[in-house]
């Protein structure tokens, strides 16, 4: 057709600048790799500012950033509806009602799934619904719908990335691994598979491997988004940490590749305060902050007005008082909606741990890190907590769980 050209996907654009389609393409690739350039979505608005795809994709992009510059897009986008092809319909209708201020989370995951039926190789629309879902704490919702498009992106870069996700919140370790590596197949520079099989491996308390695998990774990962790039370098120092190595390979961590990145001009993602401050949230609960100087202080003084009110009792030494808000019954997986992995989240459980025992609750805390180890029977740390709780209760098996709480730390990094 006259006017029309194809995409990425093979779906059909009103416009007739090659640059507008390049510019969508590369705002594709950008979005699924974790790239740096995502701006490059605005380009394509400035070669056609009559495509109502490239207006649109370039609101979602500003949405959160600059709402009034959005809104310009949205209403050029709306003025040029009428001649817009049906998948261009499509995506506007279902951006625009995910970045509306009234929306409801799960309509905005029908109205993707609907437009994921007509249009099943958009894998843009896949991952803006992935990420939704993930905010939502919802990956059956996601996993349904990737399930749905599956079969018409067989050999696709990317949809095993996030599959695997999916299936790494759904718990099927096996299976993430499995899509992970299909994934990594297709593109061993994806570092969203990357992401995912260190995850398992990390689940599997294969610190080592973990670690191995990842800095082997970690030269592809100069041009991810400040997120991803320090949320790799997070899960690095994470299985250092897990794996009882000395406290200067996650310090080194911290310093090269968290706060460099916090130190760099211009925006910060603000999920990177997060790597940083759910790292040191670890190393405190292990009593090895003393190692980290004032970086704490350096960083809390950058995101002081949202420190959560329970851990900052915690950090107070107010235990009782941040026990009693966390409650009896604590499960860190039931704020999934945060916006967290399981990984991410577990550090919430190991401050709740350690709140049990200071206040001299063991016989709680033995129940639960009993169920806990069951899982993750190679995490060295819940070996020390377990014998801190028999200890405590005098219980004879103190010196059995030490020893292999030793040999654990012995096994994985010297």
């Given at each position: ?6 995409e990425?996907?093979?779906y059909e ?5 090659d640059s507008c ?10 979005v699924l ?13 400035e ?6 795809l490239?207006?649109?994709?370039a609101?979602h992009f500003?949405?959160s950033?600059?709402?009034f ?6 209403r050029a ?8 092809t ?6 506007f209708y279902?951006?625009c ?15 993707h ?8 190789r958009?894998?843009?629309?896949l991952?803006?619904?992935q990420?939704?879902?993930?905010y939502?704490g919802r990956p ?5 719908i ?7 992106n067989q ?5 095993f990335g996030i599959?695997?996700f ?7 370790m ?8 299909k994934?990594?197949k ?6 969203w598979?990357?992401?995912?099989l260190?995850?398992?491996?990390q689940?599997?308390?294969?610190f080592?491997e ?8 970690s030269?592809t990962?100069?041009s991810?988004?400040?997120f ?9 120092a ?9 406290m ?7 310093d ?6 916090l130190?760099?001009?211009g925006?910060?993602h603000?999920e990177v ?9 670890r190393?405190?609960?292990r009593?090895e ?5 004032n970086?704490?202080k350096v960083?809390a003084?950058?995101v002081?007005d949202q420190l959560?009110?329970?851990l900052?009792?915690?950090?107070r030494?107010n ?6 808000l966390l409650?009896p ?10 916006g967290a992995?399981?990984?991410q989240?577990?550090v919430?459980?190991?401050?709740w741990?350690s709140l ?7 016989a709680?805390?033995?129940?639960v890190i009993?169920k806990r180890?069951?899982?993750?029977e190679?995490a060295?740390?819940?070996w020390?907590l377990?014998?801190r709780?028999?200890?405590m209760v ?6 059995a769980?030490?020893?292999k709480?030793?040999t ?7």
């Amino acid at each position: 057709m006259e006017g029309v050209k194809l995409e990425r996907w093979g779906y059909e654009v009103k416009t007739s600048s090659d640059s507008c389609i390049c510019a969508i393409n590369a705002y594709y690739h950008q979005v699924l790799s974790y790239g740096r350039e995502r701006r490059v979505i605005l380009e394509a608005a400035e070669h056609d500012k009559d495509c109502v795809l490239a207006n649109i994709l370039a609101a979602h992009f500003l949405s959160s950033s600059d709402s009034f510059k959005a809104s310009l897009h949205i209403r050029a986008a709306k003025s040029r509806l009428d001649e817009a092809t049906t998948y261009e319909k499509a995506v506007f209708y279902a951006v625009c009602y995910l970045i509306s201020d009234d929306r409801d989370d799960e309509v905005a995951v029908e109205s993707h799934s609907k437009l994921l039926k007509e249009f099943p190789r958009d894998l843009l629309s896949l991952k803006r619904t992935q990420i939704l879902c993930f905010y939502m704490g919802r990956p059956d919702l996601c996993f349904d719908i990737i399930h749905q498009v599956l079969p018409y992106n067989q050999q696709e870069d990317f949809i095993f990335g996030i599959l695997a996700f999916s299936l790494l919140e759904l718990g099927q370790m096996s299976d993430a691994e499995e899509a992970a590596k299909k994934g990594l197949k297709i593109n061993k520079h994806d570092c969203w598979s990357q992401h995912a099989l260190c995850h398992v491996l990390q689940h599997d308390c294969c610190f080592k491997e973990a670690v191995q695998f990842m800095e082997e990774c970690s030269s592809t990962w100069s041009s991810c988004s400040s997120f991803m790039y320090t949320h790799n370098w997070w899960h690095v120092a994470l299985c250092y940490l897990e794996g009882h190595s000395p406290m200067r390979k996650v310090l080194e961590i911290y310093d090269n590749h968290i706060w460099k990145e916090l130190e760099k001009p211009g925006a910060v993602h603000p999920e990177v305060y997060l790597n940083a401050l759910g790292l040191l949230l670890r190393v405190y609960v292990r009593g090895e902050l003393d190692v980290f100087g004032n970086r704490l202080k350096v960083l809390a003084d950058c995101v002081a007005d949202q420190l959560a009110e329970a851990l900052y009792a915690y950090g107070r030494g107010n235990d009782e008082k941040a026990l009693e808000l966390l409650g009896p019954d604590f499960d860190a997986n039931s704020c999934k909606m945060i916006g967290a992995s399981d990984e991410q989240l577990d550090v919430f459980n190991e401050v709740w741990y350690s709140l049990l025992l200071n206040t001299g609750r063991a016989a709680k805390a033995i129940e639960v890190i009993d169920k806990r180890i069951k899982k993750r029977e190679g995490a060295p740390f819940l070996w020390r907590l377990l014998e801190r709780a028999y200890s405590m209760v005098g219980r004879q098996e103190a010196a059995a769980v030490s020893e292999k709480a030793r040999t654990l730390e012995a096994a994985y990094f010297k």
